[in-house]
């Protein structure tokens, strides 16, 4: 305690506590992380300062295996989760989204029972204009503990998360955690170097009129997303009865966030020009953790076809169309997605005007 205050320490100690059988490593690891992410906040928050704004390795820049250029701060917290977590036995591997391969724990190190997956800086092609990026982590636990992990041991869906979290650094760095027992969220204490609880049980308004699309791609989505969009465009007029509002910040931590404290949903949906991929977001760096946290807040999440936790992974960067949030919202944007899929949606929804590439269509 510190002056009646909740650490993060204390409270994962105190889950722990609640949980038959569980040892002091999960706690130990939840440590590791925070101390990762505090590293990364600093080295963050130097900005231009420290040197490592830009494109790492020169001109064209080293290039990551999503096919993105890589800038030094993602090299720099992507080495620094690994070697916070490497050594301290709680871990039996790791895989990152900056890394084609998983990562395996040297043999000089004890092999733990947990996997880790991480994106070490989300949305960190706004770094150089200064807008909030995060680190997301998902804990699963290792089907051959204190083994060498394989590449099959991740291949777990969603439900299986034992926690999940995310860092975010904004105007302050918070740290948001689940272990599948509500959502918290802490924030640092620059003073003291703690994460303190600030947010306990956090739920996400299940009624909302806020919805966050890139809505450049507007010609590539499928006709239940063109559907939805255009029923909250419509405004009071239109078919919802009331006006929305439109966000786009092109950083998942922070619209998470965003829609954790205020309510809201966000799409990026399967369209024609991230098809053949099987969506833009990835499902075990980014998807899956998000909607741990989002469904234990009370919020929703869906691909539009499943929700997204249930999805089994055939590879460990596999990519999903995400759409999640405030439930009603989620709700909805689902039963479009089912009403497509069936062929039962309204017929205004069937014309050309809204098929996948009305715009190219001749007849
Ligand atoms: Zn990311």
Redesign the pocket.
């Known amino acids: 305690m510190h002056d009646g205050r909740t650490t993060l320490t204390q409270f994962i100690i105190e889950e722990q506590r609640r949980v038959a059988g569980a040892t002091g490593d999960f706690s130990g690891l939840l440590n590791d992380i925070a101390t990762a992410c505090k590293v990364i906040s600093n080295a963050v928050s130097k900005g231009a300062l420290a040197g490592t704004l830009g494109v790492h390795g020169g001109d064209g820049g080293a290039v990551n295996i999503q096919g993105e250029t890589q800038k030094k701060l993602d090299v720099i917290s992507n080495d620094v989760m690994i070697k916070t977590s490497l050594w301290s036995g709680h871990l039996s591997g790791m895989a990152s989204?900056e890394m084609d391969d998983i990562i395996p724990i040297p043999a000089q190190y004890p092999r733990g029972k947990y996997l880790m997956t991480f994106?070490p800086l989300?949305?960190s092609s706004n770094i150089d204009v200064n807008i909030t990026v995060g680190t997301?982590f998902s804990i699963l636990k290792s089907p051959n503990p204190g083994a060498e992990a394989k590449l099959e041991d991740f291949l777990q869906p969603g439900v299986e998360q034992v926690c999940a979290g995310f860092a975010l650094y904004g105007p302050s760095t918070v740290m948001v955690l689940t272990t599948g027992n509500g959502t918290n969220a802490f924030t640092l204490d620059h003073d003291i170097g703690e994460f303190i609880l600030t947010h306990a049980q956090m739920t996400i308004p299940t009624e909302t009129s806020e919805f966050a699309i890139n809505a450049s791609n507007e010609r590539f989505w499928e006709p239940p997303v063109k559907r939805y969009v255009s029923e909250c465009l419509a405004g009071k007029e239109g078919p919802r009865g009331r006006d929305f509002n439109m966000r786009w910040i092109a950083s998942?931590v922070a619209e998470t966030y965003r829609i954790l404290t205020r309510g809201g949903c966000f799409m990026y949906p399967m369209d024609e020009k991230t098809r053949a991929k099987g969506g833009r977001l990835?499902l075990l760096?980014?998807a899956n953790p998000i909607s741990f946290i989002i469904e234990q807040a009370g919020g929703l999440s869906t691909t539009g076809r499943a929700r997204v936790m249930e999805v089994t992974p055939t590879d460990i960067h596999q990519r999903v169309a995400f759409m999640f949030g405030s439930k009603s919202e989620v709700e909805r944007i689902a039963a479009y997605h089912q009403e497509y899929i069936s062929g039962s949606e309204p017929e205004a929804f069937q014309s050309p005007l809204f098929s996948a590439r009305s715009l190219f269509r001749t007849q």
């Open positions: 989204e994106d989300d949305g997301i998942l990835r760096y980014e």
